[in-house]
Every structure is written in C-alpha cells, then in structure tokens.
C-alpha cells in the first residue's frame, strides 16, 4: 500500500505505517531542520520540504503519484488553533490548514486517509461554509473582538514584565487594564448568540466536506495508554474510506486499561518505560541521553518538589514531576519545560522523552536538543500510530 504523510513531522504517525509494512512514498514537512529526522529514519521516502499551501510544493507532492497509485493519506494538520490550552481562535491560519488536506485528498483520492488532532477539536465551531453578506460582517466583528481581548492579555502580559526588553515596543498601552478587558468580553458575550446560529462543528465540516467527496467517515477518541504507550496522550482520529470500499470503518480496540482488567494489560508506567536509562551517563550522539545543565538554584527548587506537582507552582505542565507508577501526561514542547524525572533532580532527556513517546531507541532525531524536544511534543506516539495501522490494513486487505 502506498502511502503519503501530509504534515509529517519526525514521522510518529508515519512510523507506525512503516512497522506494519505500509510504503510510504512521499511525505511533506514545512520545517527543513525537521524533516531532517525523517530523511534520517525513513530511507526509502522522498521528503518533500515547504509551504504546502504554495502550488509547486502541491506539484511535487502529485509528481510522485505519476506513475503509481496513493492508497493511504495520513496526517495532522497542527493543532496550535484547536488546543485546550491558550485561546482558541477558529480564525487562526493555521487552523484552516486541514482546507490543505482535503485538497490533497480530493486530488490523489486515496482508499482510505487517516487525519489525527487534539482533544480539542471536538469544541471547535467554524463558520459555516456558505455564509449571506449580513452573516460575513456580523461574523467579521466578533472576531475582531476575540482578536481584541488576545491582544489585551498579551499586552497586560508583557507590561508587567520585568524585563525591560519585553516591553519595548509597547510605550503606547500603559494605560490597558482590567477594564478594556471587561468591555471586550461584555460586547463578546452579547454577540456570542447572534453568531451561534452560523457557526457549526469543525468536525462536522470536515465529515461533510469528505462525505460529499465520496468518502465515508468516521472519528473516535483514542487515548495512547489504551495501546501500551506509557502517556496518557488524547488524540481524536478521523478515519475516511473511499465510498467503493465494502469494509467498515473501524478502530483499534484497546489491548490496555488503568487496571489491567477485562483481560486487557495494565498501563505501561513511566518506570517501566525509562527507569534503565536513570543511571546512564550522558550518551549524545547514540542514545540522543542528553542532560540539561540546572542552576544549583533549579536544582534546589526540583529537589522539593514532590511527584505530581510543578516545580513552579504557576504552571500545572511544564517542569511537571511525573508519577513514576502511571503513564506520564501528555508529552508537550512548552518551551524546554519537559518533565521532572521522579527520581533524579533534573528534567528528563530527549530519549526518556522518546520513551514515553513510544519511539524505539534507534529512531534518531536531528538538530539541537532544543529542536528534538519540539519534534517529541508534536509527535503522534508509535505505539498508536502502529495500532492504527493494523486497523487500516484490515480495512484495505
């Protein structure tokens, strides 16, 4: 079966495809330093790099689809737009980029396309597709309005920076405050049912417009725990079959639970995932073991810092002591903020990381730690993406 990864990534999603014998053709990344790692793990895939909303990265893509047919498209359009965390804007350009994928769908019509985002997704209104004039400037003003309050908060945010220079730059807001923040939240909350009535699921869209393309589809909510990678990670999985093929959708059952009952395996823990590499030296350019070098004053706050809380108490995420004896949270970029070993008094390592992510020890990321533990947090975990392939192999036999 071939295949092509839109959106790529270091290839999480794509790997587990890789596993279950599925060729991966051709794949596309906007990041170059990125699509490195994928060069760098996946021999036999032609990594195309670039905006794919730019024609001739499009063209490219369709170059390697000549001579042979696509049977898989896989995917992820980022989901910075639709987190659960920080203000969800539905108008946020790169919350449109799903639009992407289905142009590349409705080109190459695969069997089946898999399409993976964040938990939430599934809250996320959009305007509807046909709007009237009247709708359009309605619709126009309320974002205007979120795009205002955002604006607000980030401002409010850097004045009361120390630093002086955040600051910089914003000598004309120092008279923000609480008030022009309950003013634009007032006239939002007016709004918001007036705009209700031509708004509608993103989700919803997406299934429409692939529907009317031919393709049945279907979505579930899968947690990577329930498949034996040792993270509590949420993903909602769309799962589309062009409309010739017999087989229903389906989705991975889950060989996994909390307890390890109803004949399932028990959670993978953190310790059972990583505990050997917790007296490892540094080891940088085969096992990517790489230690990040605290101030003895970090190094002081970790040491009291007990398991299941942040060594800063602001953040409920980053710098988070995990619990050894259960999967970690989700594993997140946050800026260098990883996880607290809950042993050592340090954070953990890109591989420790990598562990928790499902990735085999000689899966290699390219660039700077800094940029392994971006690829990491946007990752689809392999243990997942692998059960998902064995699923869609069923679907295509």
């Given at each position: 079966?071939?295949?092509?990864?839109?959106?790529?990534?270091?290839?999480?999603?794509?790997?587990?495809?890789?596993?279950?014998?599925?060729?991966?053709?051709?794949?596309?990344e906007?990041?170059?330093?990125?699509?490195?790692?994928?060069?760098?793990?996946?021999?036999?895939?032609?990594?195309?790099?670039?905006?794919?909303?730019?024609?001739?990265?499009?063209?490219?893509?369709?170059?390697?689809?000549?001579?042979?047919?696509?049977?898989?498209?896989?995917?992820?359009?980022?989901?910075?737009a639709?987190?659960?965390?920080?203000h969800?804007?539905?108008?946020?350009?790169?919350?449109?980029?799903?639009?992407?994928?289905i142009?590349?769908?409705?080109?190459?019509?695969?069997?089946?396309?898999?399409?993976?985002?964040?938990?939430?997704?599934?809250?996320?209104?959009?305007?509807?597709?046909?709007?009237?004039?009247?709708?359009r400037?309605?619709?126009?003003?309320?974002?205007?309005?979120?795009a205002?309050?955002?604006?607000?908060?980030?401002?409010?945010?850097?004045?009361?920076?120390?630093?002086?220079?955040?600051?910089?730059?914003?000598?004309?807001?120092?008279?923000?405050?609480?008030?022009?923040l309950?003013?634009?939240?007032?006239?939002?909350?007016?709004?918001?049912?007036?705009?209700?009535?031509?708004?509608?699921?993103?989700?919803?869209?997406?299934?429409?417009?692939?529907?009317e393309?031919?393709?049945?589809?279907?979505?579930?909510l899968?947690?990577?725990?329930?498949?034996?990678?040792?993270?509590?990670?949420?993903?909602v999985?769309?799962?589309?079959?062009?409309?010739?093929?017999?087989?229903?959708?389906?989705?991975?059952?889950?060989?996994?639970?909390?307890?390890?009952?109803?004949?399932?395996?028990?959670?993978?823990s953190?310790?059972?995932?990583?505990?050997?590499?917790?007296?490892?030296k540094?080891?940088?350019?085969?096992?990517?073991?790489?230690?990040?070098?605290?101030?003895?004053?970090?190094?002081?706050?970790?040491?009291?810092?007990?398991?299941?809380?942040?060594?800063?108490?602001?953040?409920?995420e980053a710098?988070?002591?995990?619990?050894?004896?259960?999967?970690?949270?989700?594993?997140?970029?946050?800026?260098?903020?990883?996880?607290?070993h809950?042993?050592?008094?340090?954070?953990?390592?890109?591989?420790?990381?990598?562990?928790?992510?499902?990735?085999?020890?000689?899966?290699?990321?390219?660039?700077?730690?800094?940029?392994?533990?971006?690829?990491?947090?946007?990752?689809?975990?392999?243990?997942?993406?692998?059960?998902?392939?064995?699923?869609?192999?069923?679907?295509?036999?």
């Amino acid at each position: 079966m071939n295949c092509f990864e839109l959106f790529a990534g270091c290839g999480g999603l794509g790997y587990g495809f890789h596993k279950e014998g599925f060729n991966i053709v051709a794949c596309n990344e906007l990041d170059g330093s990125i699509a490195e790692t994928y060069k760098e793990n996946f021999d036999n895939t032609k990594v195309i790099v670039g905006d794919i909303t730019k024609g001739s990265i499009k063209k490219e893509v369709y170059d390697n689809f000549k001579d042979k047919k696509c049977d898989i498209i896989l995917g992820g359009p980022p989901c910075v737009a639709y987190s659960m965390s920080g203000h969800r804007n539905s108008r946020d350009p790169r919350g449109q980029l799903f639009k992407e994928y289905i142009e590349i769908v409705k080109k190459l019509k695969p069997k089946v396309f898999v399409m993976e985002n964040v938990k939430g997704i599934l809250t996320i209104l959009h305007d509807k597709p046909k709007l009237s004039k009247k709708e359009r400037e309605i619709a126009d003003k309320y974002y205007e309005l979120e795009a205002e309050k955002i604006n607000i908060i980030a401002k409010k945010k850097v004045l009361s920076s120390k630093n002086e220079e955040d600051i910089e730059g914003y000598v004309d807001i120092v008279n923000t405050n609480n008030t022009d923040l309950k003013d634009v939240n007032r006239k939002i909350k007016l709004m918001e049912k007036e705009v209700h009535i031509f708004r509608m699921k993103v989700t919803d869209i997406i299934k429409n417009t692939f529907q009317e393309m031919g393709y049945n589809v279907d979505m579930k909510l899968l947690n990577s725990a329930d498949y034996g990678v040792p993270q509590k990670r949420e993903r909602v999985i769309f799962i589309g079959t062009r409309k010739d093929i017999k087989k229903e959708i389906s989705f991975p059952v889950a060989t996994h639970n909390k307890e390890g009952s109803d004949g399932k395996n028990k959670w993978v823990s953190v310790r059972e995932a990583i505990d050997d590499l917790k007296e490892k030296k540094e080891d940088v350019d085969t096992l990517q073991h790489i230690f990040t070098v605290h101030s003895s004053d970090f190094v002081e706050k970790i040491k009291n810092t007990p398991i299941g809380k942040s060594v800063n108490p602001k953040y409920t995420e980053a710098f988070y002591r995990c619990n050894p004896d259960e999967p970690s949270n989700t594993v997140k970029e946050n800026h260098g903020g990883v996880f607290v070993h809950y042993e050592k008094n340090r954070v953990m390592t890109p591989r420790e990381l990598a562990r928790l992510q499902s990735f085999p020890d000689d899966f290699k990321f390219k660039g700077r730690k800094t940029k392994m533990l971006v690829q990491l947090g946007n990752a689809v975990p392999c243990g997942l993406s692998q059960a998902i392939a064995k699923e869609i192999k069923k679907i295509v036999s």
